[in-house]
């Protein structure tokens, strides 16, 4: 079964460290990656996605995620943290098409200034 | 362009009670998902529709949810009697045509079954 996994509930950075957030998943043909970001009393909103080609994906805020086929994983990084960066991060998958995302339960991010 | 918007943001209910939630999609978005998440757990997928058609629903719980979505615009999550465990945060996004699109999603329709 397609399955997302996000082993950590909770990152504590300081502000200007760079930060990691990681993402495994399962392998059932070929996965096509996204991270969301849920920001306090607002809906999920779009970071990036790896569809195919260069491994290392960029998207919003200066966040980048990069797939790593032999490890499954689809850590999202960021060389310098804010603390509004502060949120809670989702990672989900699709197989194919317009299939629904399968998500990770989430990692609370804390950015501490 | 206007977001994925969902109302009400809130619904207190009690056991027994209807509630109807309703979503409207990004204009011209012929995909819309209903998805829940249950404190502290995954979202989890509901169902999807791609214009007026459900085209899978398999992640509705039971028969007391129905889903619809008249002329391919806007839906509406039905919750017929509701029972405690429905509570959590109903999301529905939107994508357009083409596949790996990325979903948008509204704020959420936060549910609280007493």
């Known amino acids: 079964a397609q399955s997302v996994a996000q082993p950590e509930d909770q990152v504590n950075v300081a502000e200007g460290n760079p930060l990691t957030v990681k993402c495994t998943y399962s392998?059932?043909?070929?996965?096509?990656l996204f991270w969301y970001v849920q920001y306090p009393n607002r809906g999920l909103q779009f970071l990036l996605k790896?569809?195919?080609?260069?491994?290392l994906v960029k998207g919003s805020y200066g966040f980048e995620a990069e797939f790593n086929k032999s490890q499954t994983s689809f850590h999202l990084k960021k060389p310098s943290a804010l603390v509004s960066d502060s949120a809670l991060y989702f990672c989900a998958v699709i197989y194919s098409g317009n299939t629904p995302l399968v998500f990770g339960k989430g990692t609370r991010l804390s950015v501490i200034a | 362009e206007a977001g994925v918007t969902q109302f009400p943001s809130h619904s207190v209910i009690e056991k027994g009670q209807t509630v109807t939630l309703r979503c409207d999609p990004i204009s011209g978005h012929d995909n819309l998902y209903w998805y829940r998440r249950v404190m502290g757990k995954e979202i989890k997928f509901l169902l999807h529709?791609?214009?007026?058609?459900?085209?899978?629903e398999s992640g509705m719980p039971n028969n007391r949810f129905l889903a619809e979505r008249t002329g391919g615009t806007y839906s509406t999550l039905k919750v017929q009697p509701a029972e405690l465990e429905d509570s959590g945060v109903y999301f529905c996004?939107?994508?357009?045509?083409?596949?790996?699109?990325?979903?948008?999603f509204g704020p959420g329709t936060r549910l609280t079954v007493l």
């Open positions: 529709f791609v214009k007026e058609s459900k085209q899978d």
């Open positions: 392998v059932s043909g070929n996965p096509y």
């Open positions: 996004a939107s994508s357009g045509q083409g596949p790996y699109n990325e979903q948008f």
């Open positions: 790896y569809i195919t080609g260069d491994n």
